[in-house]
């Protein structure tokens, strides 16, 4: 891919932006002011990444001095380049099809998968005025915020950016902050139902071999 036609694709920053935010709206579907600004500081990151993988490649001009003596031979204004990791590891194969970016596809899956199925059971309980405690809320009490922080992570190991790079630790840290609001706001409103499912629920990473989690009830939240 030449240089004119690798980057400068404003028509493809915004259709990808649009259809990664907007199939992340479908599987979240935000309701709530915290729903919206934990979505709306994901959809920075898709355009941000997007801006640098079709737009304006920031990140490979500030580092092209150092890439270029790094990595001789390589022409890192060709779209290929940008994927890094596959570069810096020195893969000898299609970038596309590299395990980088297989993790990242992986990811991607997995993390939208989780997304909906966590919307799902949230809703009916929300409906039921209980607390969401199946599917995943089983296992973990934020699947959706794990599932945001997934997809982010799997971006980040097909296209590395400065600014994402910058992004992803104030997001992580900014999703466990809201994670810490909405369980205090939960006690408020469940009180010892919530509280028992703290205590047998972990927040981010599930218990291997753990069972599900019992099944508590009373006033709707919006736990995430």
Known sequence: MNHESAYGLWSLVILNSL????????FAKPQS???WRSFGAFSAFIV??????YGFPLTIYLL???????????DFLSHDAGHLLEVMFGWQVNPHFGPFHIASNVLLV???????????????????HT???TGPYARIRHPQYVGFVAIMFGFLLQ???????????ILVTMYALLAKREERDSLAHFGDAY?????????????????????????????N
């Open 19 to 26: 259809v990664f935010i907007i199939f992340a709206f479908s």
């Open 33 to 35: 002011r915290t729903d």
């Open 48 to 53: 941000a990444l997007f801006t640098e993988m």
């Open 64 to 74: 092209l001095p150092w890439l270029s003596q790094t990595f001789p031979g390589i």
């Open 110 to 128: 997995l993390g939208f998968m989780l997304l909906a199925a966590s919307w799902k059971v949230l809703y009916r309980a929300q409906r039921n």
């Open 131 to 133: 607390v969401a405690t």
């Open 159 to 169: 296209w590395p950016t400065l600014v994402t790079l910058a992004m992803f630790p």
């Open 195 to 223: 509280r028992r499912y703290m205590q047998s629920t972990p927040a981010f990473l599930p218990r291997l071999g753990s069972g599900t989690a019992s099944s508590t009830s009373g006033r709707t939240n919006d736990v």
